[in-house]
């Protein structure tokens, strides 16, 4: 079992930038990825960036460019560095993880707005 807790939320404005925190604890030796999902009202909860054990890196076509997993050692911290904030890119973000027994487990969620 993962426990996630997210941070680093906030209100931005279009073109600036956030870097989020997520904080993993736990048995953490079965995880496979790491990833970022966001959910904004109305809309499905949808894949942002994943990292998985052999160190690929995946973004979605929506971000590509724009946000960055840094490349951490370990898997006990997950960032997500956002920059040149979109309106469309507010949603609440939460951090997930996807444990090698195919078990998932995700974070409480974090609050980007992105408002002029």
């Known amino acids: 079992q993962v426990q996630l807790v997210e941070s680093g939320g906030g209100l931005v404005q279009p073109g600036g930038s956030l870097r989020l925190s997520c904080a993993a604890s736990?048995?953490?030796?079965?995880?496979?990825?790491m990833g970022w999902y966001r959910q904004a009202p109305g809309e499905e909860r949808e894949l942002v960036a994943q990292?998985?054990?052999?160190?690929?890196?995946k973004y979605a076509d929506s971000v590509k460019g724009r946000f960055t997993i840094p490349r951490e050692k370990g898997m006990s911290a997950l960032y997500l560095q956002m920059n040149n904030l979109k309106p469309e890119d507010a949603a609440v973000y939460y951090c997930?993880?996807?444990?090698?027994?195919?078990?998932?487990?995700w974070g409480q969620g974090t609050q980007v707005t992105v408002s002029s």
């Open positions: 736990g048995r953490l030796f079965n995880i496979y990825a």
């Open positions: 997930n993880v996807v444990e090698c027994g195919t078990n998932m487990s």
């Open positions: 990292t998985t054990r052999d160190d690929t890196t």
